[in-house]
């Protein structure tokens, strides 16, 4: 793509993944101007994120190589700077006899690891850059209300501070050259690019509910379990997760089926409290439990959807990212890193095309493809996580498939989770690598059962038959 | 549900559906408030509808059944009045040797019939009726920007006369006590439903464009071609269709692949006349070529959606129906008559119900099924219509239900096509019962040709055996 100096680039929504692609087309030299519905995020009075998005998350290689491909040094560490590495999974359980029992199952044999980030401390600097740019503009509560992809041309709703939701409203027009909706799952830009662009668009909420728990640091004012740690409780068809945060809290998300959560809400308190202690071993040494019931109560119970559609854009006037093209259940923590991932690559396409139209089409030929596959691994990830995992043949084949990872690395044999969260493989290539995987395995797993078999059948008996000459075998 | 007069029932969409619901509402004593985005379909002015709905549409049972339900005889008898029945399909093709062919496959054996209806004029019936009664108020321009369903608020943006997409707009807010959106299959409500119900949601774009032609009447004035049949030329993957208009011309519509449209578009204009002539034999009789081509170039391209929801409720606070719930392609003819029985069948189940919610949530239970049952059907006829209908098999089935439904009533048996346009059954047991019928007459024809083969086996022989003996056989 031709940089154009004076072209304007409107990105909706100043998220982390608006914010990466509003600094992505500033360094490109395009006016760009970021519309917010909620007021400037900084602002101490602003409505916290964690009323419809989690606090914190798991950036893994694939968000850190798309800030990377923007951001300098300086802005790089100082965002890497406020994570807290997570080498493992631990797992806590109650053995048979009652006592606690947990379990470090390392992510990968290289010592690769994920960063538990705070989200609104990662929008946060990058904001702040933002600002120190002399070609980007900012404009909070800006509401989406209309947009002509055609003339490009899109509306606005100036939304008054002392009403924010009501009252008589101004809009204004704006022009633009190109719009990027980051505006998340119920991206307005998306609604309003599909009375342009002929989109398959295909959304589901799966039976599963989250709510968020903060647990406090200890005493003495240190973490209350291992900090380096994503913890897990497994419970069947629900669990509970903690990650670390800078200030020594977790915070920690329950999720379980909408059944499950009807049930706590129309039982007593001291049933969530029991179902806590029977199920997630631990947790209420940490939090108290009238905290935890206190916040199950005032915390929302939010829904997880599944979303896929294609095109991600129209013509040469509007493109989505993120969440807006691909938001994903988080049972992979790829949720942002994809978002983030989908700017690096919108730009990459951008790039090398001699037109912008072109360079969104590459964008949507490629993406689309990968999206659908990662929001299938987030949802098979899901059923693997209450099923699979306690398989004999699945355990069987991830200790075979880390051995040759960690032994035999020139095979290039690697686990889905590795190449998922520690490569920047696509994700595509990332479904088609662990089949041919799998398929050898099986394969080789089922071959040597055979083998064992033949061989039983040739060498017992001829063991058999020399039972009384020698006293090396005795049945 | 307790009749409430004084309450407020606000209708998103003056179309057809929007129409209907509000005159369900209005009988049934609320005070109802329909807001239509485009000005009143009714002043000449207006942006003619046929810019992206079709112009006539096939009025059957179904749509008739939920007229009738609301309106009184005086007012059916208007509408019914400037409908012109369609006994049955009248295929027009060219024989081997090129002469024209025109045949004629009646509806139903029981003569009922379709009925060509101009949508605007059905449209302004049913305005002018509720203009009349007392507890019903217009507000034309006015569109739906938001939305609390929570709270039962809504805030449209009154549309300037003069700048009607741009410009400070004015916005009012406004409360309801139930909210009904029939906007259509780009419906700003079912857009803001989504925030607050987990809707699950699948739109899909099939690969076929359609372009609207008319077709005058001939030098005398009257119809060109027979007046009371659905005219179909069919061309394999793309064809041409008629419905006959009060004023004795036709509105015809091209369907066809995007590949064959792009060809087109792309085309001389010499080439899209040589393919009317080859394969829609006739037509350029009754349009002339010049017509032909300029409103090829003229009148838009439009795609087709298949639109699948669940909920289709919120609460006791909103509801979509018609398209907004269930846009179908328009192979079966069912888009606006399962439109129509959406409202039906949706104040059924309010009046049945003892509070709003029940009755918002039986109304899901039961208008999901058979709203997912009638898009699947219509995709399935336009795959039969291409493929299917040419079938040896298929036609000996569809003989034979015929045959069967016309001499053995009392067995009521009945084609699909006859349930789904000439009765109310609701579509889900159209299909149950079809597919039991399929089964049958698959089993009963199978074992026929087992018999016939068993027969042979055994008589041939015994035929043969005594061919010497008899005259009454020669091979």
């Given at each position: 793509m031709p940089v154009m100096p004076g072209k304007k680039v409107v990105v909706v929504g100043a998220g982390p993944v608006g914010s990466l692609a509003a600094l992505y087309a500033a360094c490109r030299g395009f006016e760009v101007e970021v519309y917010e519905l909620r007021r400037d995020l900084r602002n101490a009075d602003t409505t916290p994120l964690n009323f419809t998005k989690s606090i914190n998350l798991a950036l893994s290689e694939r968000g850190i190589n798309a800030l990377r491909s923007?951001?300098?040094?300086?802005?790089?560490?100082?965002?890497?700077?406020?994570?807290?590495?997570?080498?493992?999974?631990?797992?806590?359980?109650?053995?048979?006899t009652g006592a606690l029992s947990q379990q470090t199952q390392l992510y990968d044999v290289h010592g690769s690891f994920l960063r538990s980030v705070d989200r609104a401390g990662l929008n946060d600097i990058l904001l702040d850059h933002l600002d120190?740019?002399?070609?980007?503009?900012?404009?909070?509560?800006?509401k989406l209300t209309g947009a002509d992809f055609s003339q490009k041309k899109a509306w606005f709703e100036v939304m008054n501070k002392s009403t924010p939701s009501s009252g008589r409203a101004r809009e204004i027009e704006i022009d633009f050259d190109l719009l990027i909706g980051a505006d998340g799952a119920h991206s307005a830009t998306r609604f309003h690019m599909m009375k342009f662009a002929r989109m398959?668009?295909?959304?589901?909420?799966i039976d599963c509910l989250w709510c968020e728990f903060r647990m406090p640091p200890d005493k003495s004012g240190d973490f209350a379990i291992h900090p380096n740690r994503l913890h897990i409780w497994p419970a069947g068809s629900f669990m509970f997760i903690a990650l670390p945060n800078l200030d020594r809290s977790?915070?920690?998300?329950?999720?379980?089926?909408?059944?499950?959560?009807?049930?706590?809400?129309?039982?007593?308190?001291?049933?969530?409290?029991?179902?806590?202690?029977?199920?997630?071993?631990?947790?209420?040494?940490?939090i108290k439990p009238e905290d935890l019931i206190a916040q199950f109560k005032r915390n929302p119970h939010l829904p997880l959807v599944n979303l896929k559609c294609s095109p991600h854009h129209?013509?040469?006037?509007?493109?989505?990212?993120?969440?807006?093209?691909?938001?994903?259940?988080?049972?992979?923590?790829?949720?942002?890193?994809?978002g983030l991932e989908s700017v690096r690559v919108l730009f990459s396409k951008l790039d090398q095309a001699q037109t912008t139209a072109q360079g969104l089409a590459n964008y949507t030929a490629e993406?689309?493809?990968?999206?659908?596959?990662?929001?299938?691994?987030?949802?098979?990830?899901?059923?693997?996580?209450?099923?699979?995992?306690?398989?004999?043949?699945?355990k069987v084949r991830?200790?075979?498939?880390?051995?040759?990872?960690?032994?035999l690395p020139s095979l290039g044999w690697a686990t889905q989770y590795s190449r998922v969260s520690f490569s920047n493989m696509r994700y595509s290539q990332v479904i088609e690598k662990s089949q041919r995987q799998k398929l050898i395995l099986t394969w080789a797993l089922r071959a040597t059962v055979l083998a064992g078999l033949y061989g039983g059948a040739v060498v017992l008996p001829y063991l058999w038959s020399r039972r009384s000459q020698t006293f090396l075998w005795r049945p």
């Open positions: 923007a951001a300098d040094d300086v802005l790089l560490d100082k965002i890497l700077t406020q994570t807290i590495p997570m080498h493992g999974r631990m797992i806590h359980t109650r053995s048979a120190s740019l002399p070609n980007v503009t900012f404009f909070f509560q800006h398959n668009y295909h959304q589901e909420y977790f915070v920690c998300t329950l999720f379980g089926p909408v059944g499950l959560f009807n049930k706590l809400e129309a039982g007593l308190d001291s049933d969530l409290v029991s179902m806590f202690d029977k199920h997630f071993p631990g947790v209420t040494t940490h129209f013509g040469d006037s509007v493109v989505i990212v993120g969440d807006a093209a691909n938001a994903m259940v988080p049972f992979y923590g790829q949720g942002m890193n994809a993406r689309v493809t990968d999206a659908h596959a990662i929001a299938d691994l987030a949802i098979a990830n899901y059923t693997e996580m209450r099923s699979s995992v306690t398989s004999k043949f699945y991830k200790y075979i498939e880390e051995s040759l990872d960690k032994y």
